[in-house]
């Protein structure tokens, strides 16, 4: 990528959450062409009209329904399609209906560009974004999953409603697998730099174990939550998936906890999974090896090696 400016973004899968995204890049403001592919052409187009039609309230952003030709001169290609998480599935359930899918989808967009940042949303998202890499032969830093940057910010936000502090000042990272194995690294969290046990003491509140378990199962388990009550979830991840555009358009050396392949960190190996990392207009630029305690680690190490289990029966 080295164009001066990056305007064109294409959204493969116009479903609630493609669809949501689109709609927050059109708000955002980021981006001057944003193209949806979807096997469901209607509904694609569907979505394209009505976003269409507010246009006059917004900066100028040219929104069309397209065919993976239309990915030629995207900067970044988001990948949502697929099938979703039904009520009582896993996310690794997932696994196999999506990696066939995925052979499909990455297949046609390198007919077109082998240029852009590849950004999978798509659950299982570390799996799919290790699959991504292994079918597209991309150099690393341009295959990036959306990781736990949702779970982070879930995190972040009840914390925040706990504390009585604006979650923008809450400093804590979920790291590992976007799922079951996640892990919170209550030892880092810090509001100011002061951290979180020694701020709740300041201010005479107690955040105790029950009540980090209690936030901590609100995070693991919100997309559960979720489905059961509407179906699906895409507003917060749609946040999120612009977050993490955001920081690549402008160039941001932002640290988000995106999903990528991890070359030794921690011991892992070869799988791709969520730390905090410098995301740039090259996509992931170095991933930081922060100070988790050794509890982190353990969990940490253990969610790896879930997600490796999982990768290993793909035969990639
Ligand atoms: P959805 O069923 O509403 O949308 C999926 C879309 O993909 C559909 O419109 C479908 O027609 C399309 N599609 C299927 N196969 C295709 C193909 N081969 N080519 C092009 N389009 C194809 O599902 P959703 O609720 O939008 O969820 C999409 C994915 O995002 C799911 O895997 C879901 O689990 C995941 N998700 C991820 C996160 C995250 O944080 N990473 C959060 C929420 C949802």
């Known amino acids: 990528m080295n164009k001066e400016r990056i305007v064109k973004v294409a959204v493969v899968g116009a479903g609630f959450v493609g669809s949501t995204t689109a709609y927050t890049l059109m708000l955002g403001g980021l981006v001057s062409e944003l193209v949806l592919i979807d096997i469901n052409k209607e509904k694609a187009e569907g979505e394209v009209m009505d976003m269409n039609h507010g246009m006059p309230f917004v900066r100028p952003v040219d929104i069309y329904i397209g065919d993976y030709r239309d990915c030629a001169g995207a900067d970044i290609v988001i990948i949502t ?12 359930d997932l696994v ?11 297949n046609q967009i390198l007919k077109y560009n082998t240029d852009c940042i590849l950004l999978v949303v798509t659950n299982p998202v570390d799996i799919l974004t290790y699959v991504t890499y292994k079918l597209s032969g991309f150099p690393k830093n341009r295959v990036i999953g ?15 409603q706990k504390v009585g502090v604006d979650p923008r000042n809450v400093h804590a990272y979920i790291i590992g697998e976007h799922g079951d194995t996640e892990v919170p690294t209550w030892s880092l969290a810090n509001i100011a730099g002061i951290p979180m046990e020694k701020y709740c003491k300041n201010v005479d509140m107690c955040l105790g174990e ?3 378990k209690e936030i901590f199962d609100n995070v693991k ?16 991840v749609a946040l999120a998936v612009r977050r993490i555009v955001e920081a690549i358009v402008r160039n941001e050396n932002s640290i988000l906890t995106v999903s990528s392949l991890i070359e030794g960190q921690y011991g ?10 410098l995301v740039n207009r090259q996509g992931i630029v170095n991933i930081l090896d922060i100070p988790i305690s050794d509890q982190e680690l353990a969990l940490l190490t253990k969610s790896a090696s879930t997600l490796k289990e999982v990768a290993d029966t793909l035969g990639l």
């Open 221 to 236: 388990n919100a997309a559960y939550h979720i489905i059961n009550k509407k179906g699906a979830t895409y507003y917060a």
């Open 268 to 277: 892992i190996n070869d799988i791709c999974i969520s730390l905090p990392t």
């Open 146 to 160: 959306s990781g736990t940057v949702l779970d982070t910010s879930r995190f972040r936000y009840l914390i925040g």
């Open 96 to 106: 196999k209906k999506n990696t066939e899918i995925f052979k499909g989808i990455i």
């Open 210 to 212: 029950p009540t980090r």
């Open 81 to 92: 399609a697929g099938a979703n998480q039904k009520q009582g599935e896993t996310r690794i």
